[in-house]
């Protein structure tokens, strides 16, 4: 079975950028089966209803501003799959999921900047779905949790977010991560290895620094619904944890 995915973002110009995390996820798909399929949740596409893409082939959005040049000269033509878009909302519709179809929008920096790392050819479908930051954390999971049977197809889910997440919190000057930074996603990694879904779902409370690392809750919901997706054995993985900035989490979770 395909194993679940959260992938940290960080900022767009990642896909440019030479480091640790970047070196990993260029060899990301070197050590693993590849898939039929890719659906990936973007924190960059919030809607108050559940979307999902249904594009034949995806336009890139530059959805940032005062980043290298390079950036806005890069595409991502992947192609979707009508046929998965419809099977996802079936799925929905199952669980009582509300969604709708997308046949517009492109591909947003969340989307491209991993994808054109892990996968730089373009030549697998994909599959993009929105946020919503209006569900509880349970419902984030739920809708991860939905798309499961996925997985036995060799569809990869990916949830592209950033466990700590604040840009008013970046410190320009840091030569090592900021303490509050790592007391977060220390506590995540527990909660997390252990499954205990009672705490995550209360994080906010719960968390050491809690406030600071998702001042915003956008980029932490994509990795409820990784998680959710790997619902049926429970086992998550921490393949890779650095920072930039002092606080800027890079993180990938591996959930099967």
Partial sequence: MMPAYFFAH???SLVLEQHDYSDFLKNFASTRPRPKAIVLFSAHWET???KVSAVSTYSTIYDFSGFQDELYQMTYPANGSRALSEQIQALFTQHGIPSELDETRGLDHGAWAVLKLVYPDADIPVIAMSVNPNLTNEQQYQIGRALGALREQDVLIIGSGGTVHNLRRLNWR???ADEWAV????W???KLMSWDTEALFRYREQAPYA???VPTTEHFIPLFLAMGAGDASRKATLLHRSYQLGSLSLSCWQFD
């Fill in 48 to 50: 108050s209803v559940q």
């Fill in 183 to 186: 007391k977060f996603d220390e």
């Fill in 10 to 12: 960080g900022a767009p």
């Fill in 211 to 213: 406030v600071e690392s």
């Fill in 174 to 176: 840091a030569a090592e």
């Fill in 188 to 190: 995540l990694e527990s």
